[in-house]
């Protein structure tokens, strides 16, 4: 991008609709660390959704959402150390952060409590509104991007910026990573069968558990999964109790939490990264009579992002998508309301029409 030639194109939501149109808007003028980087696919999470519907009620439109990012980085500022022009990278749910507190002193930037979204966030810097990565060109600090490996295909290895690391940072942190461990995952949609892949990588025998008996076969045969629990099967789930060191629940969905708990092992950990509207209901029996623990996580750090993309690199590991223009993205987001997608849609923004005609 040319200094002075900030202008961005994309496809932007208006209002509470949630409908996405062709919007012309200007990027900041790049800072001395920033890095500017021409998007080639951005992923669509379901926090999208909640934000341009404005479920959350903080959207300020005009609103770009996108923040499963990766593209290439086309020009460098002076002060840049970590990138050079043509170097593949990726951008995540945030883009800036206080930089001072204990959070992000830790690396764990995503709770410090000044996060800036990449999309409709608000700027430490000048009070703007953050715009994401449905548009054809986005800046952003180089402290704030991540190196995307050259043996992954671009297209699946956006939604690890969101999706990835959500289930990566938890099982990491909390020691469910281990060779020969039990993990049961909760859910199969886009996090959950990541957390399949991640989890199979690490050496873990993994037991998939969903309402749904179809997913039984795309959880074995396609993803690898060890077995298959159906969780409105009591005798399944009766044979299956206290035999897994840790569960991890992806689901957004209200459901019942006690039957999970009673398939750890006594000090099992359940880690929670899905985010129901209704407050789970959790039964103290459930955890004090095996000493059992439940854990929130919310995404992961700079650090822990890059650690992620690192590990998919040396094992292959990309989301399953479906790749889209985005003259298609309302339909896509019609779609993923459904559930109607295996298991991520990317827009190939790159190869879309952006923008609004000048003429």
Same mark, same amino acid.
């Given at each position: 991008?040319?200094?002075?030639?900030?202008? =961005?194109?994309?496809?932007?939501a208006r209002?509470?609709?949630?409908?996405?149109?062709?919007?012309?808007?200007?990027?900041?003028?790049p800072?001395?660390?920033?890095?500017t980087?021409?998007?080639?696919?951005?992923?669509?999470c379901?926090?999208?959704?909640?934000?341009?519907?404005?479920?959350?009620g %903080?959207?300020?439109?005009?609103?770009?959402?996108?923040h499963?990012?990766?593209?290439?980085?086309?020009?460098?500022?002076?002060?840049?150390?970590?990138?050079k022009?043509?170097? %593949?990278?990726?951008?995540?749910?945030f883009?800036?952060?206080?930089?001072s507190c204990e959070?992000?002193?830790? *690396?764990?930037?995503s709770?410090?409590?000044?996060?800036?979204?990449?999309?409709n966030?608000?700027?430490?810097h000048?009070?703007?509104?953050?715009?994401?990565?449905?548009?054809?060109?986005?800046?952003?600090?180089?402290?704030?991007?991540v190196?995307?490996? =050259?043996?992954?295909?671009l297209?699946?290895a956006?939604?690890?910026?969101?999706?990835?690391?959500?289930?990566?940072?938890?099982?990491?942190?909390?020691?469910?990573?281990?060779?020969?461990?039990?993990?049961?995952?909760?859910?199969?949609?886009?996090l *959950?069968?990541?957390? &399949?892949?991640?989890?199979?990588?690490?050496g873990?025998? &993994?037991t998939?558990?969903?309402?749904?008996?179809?997913?039984?076969?795309?959880a074995?045969?396609?993803?690898?999964a060890?077995?298959?629990?159906?969780?409105?099967?009591?005798?399944?789930?009766?044979?299956?109790?206290?035999?897994?060191?840790? &569960?991890?629940?992806?689901?957004?969905?209200e459901?019942?939490?006690?039957?999970?708990?009673?398939?750890?092992?006594?000090?099992g950990?359940?880690?929670? @990264?899905?985010?129901? =509207?209704?407050?789970?209901?959790?039964?103290?029996?459930s955890?004090?009579?095996?000493?059992k623990?439940?854990?929130?996580?919310?995404? *992961?750090g700079?650090?822990?992002?890059?650690?992620?993309?690192?590990?998919?690199?040396?094992?292959?590991?990309?989301?399953?998508?479906e @790749?889209v223009?985005?003259?298609?993205?309302?339909?896509a987001?019609e779609?993923?309301?459904?559930?109607?997608?295996?298991?991520r849609?990317?827009?190939? &923004?790159?190869?879309?029409?952006?923008?609004?005609?000048?003429?």
């Open positions: 991008m040319a200094e002075g030639n900030n202008e =961005a194109h994309g496809w932007a209002d509470a609709s949630g409908h996405l149109s062709p919007f012309n808007f200007s990027r900041r003028v800072r001395d660390s920033d890095v980087i021409k998007v080639l696919f951005c992923g669509l379901h926090t999208d959704l909640h934000v341009i519907k404005n479920e959350w %903080n959207a300020m439109y005009p609103l770009v959402p996108g499963e990012i990766v593209g290439f980085v086309t020009d460098v500022a002076s002060g840049v150390t970590k990138f022009a043509g170097d %593949n990278v990726g951008v995540g749910y883009v800036d952060s206080c930089r959070s992000c002193s830790k *690396g764990y930037e709770y410090c409590p000044q996060l800036v979204e990449t999309s966030g608000v700027d430490l000048d009070g703007a509104t953050t715009q994401g990565g449905f548009s054809d060109v986005i800046i952003v600090s180089q402290d704030y991007a190196r995307v490996p =050259a043996t992954l295909p297209a699946g956006a939604p690890l910026l969101c999706a990835g690391v959500t289930v990566f940072s938890p099982m990491v942190q909390y020691g469910l990573n281990s060779p020969g461990k039990h993990l049961g995952v909760v859910g199969l949609g886009g *959950g069968h990541v957390a &399949v892949k991640f989890g199979k990588a690490f873990m025998t &993994v998939v558990i969903s309402t749904s008996p179809s997913k039984r076969q795309e074995v045969e396609l993803l690898g060890d077995a298959f629990l159906v969780s409105r099967d009591a005798e399944q789930m009766k044979a299956a109790a206290a035999t897994m060191e840790c &569960v991890i629940d992806t689901v957004s969905a459901h019942p939490v006690a039957p999970l708990l009673e398939l750890l092992k006594p000090l950990q359940m880690v929670v @990264v899905g985010l129901p =509207a209704k407050p789970l209901e959790v039964p103290a029996f955890l004090v009579g095996g000493g623990r439940v854990a929130g996580s919310g995404g *992961g700079v650090g822990e992002c890059q650690a992620m993309l690192d590990f998919a690199g040396e094992h292959g590991i990309v989301a399953d998508v @790749v223009g985005m003259d298609y993205v309302n339909t987001i779609r993923l309301e459904r559930n109607d997608v295996r298991y849609f990317v827009v190939d &923004v790159a190869g879309s029409k952006l923008g609004v005609d000048s003429a």
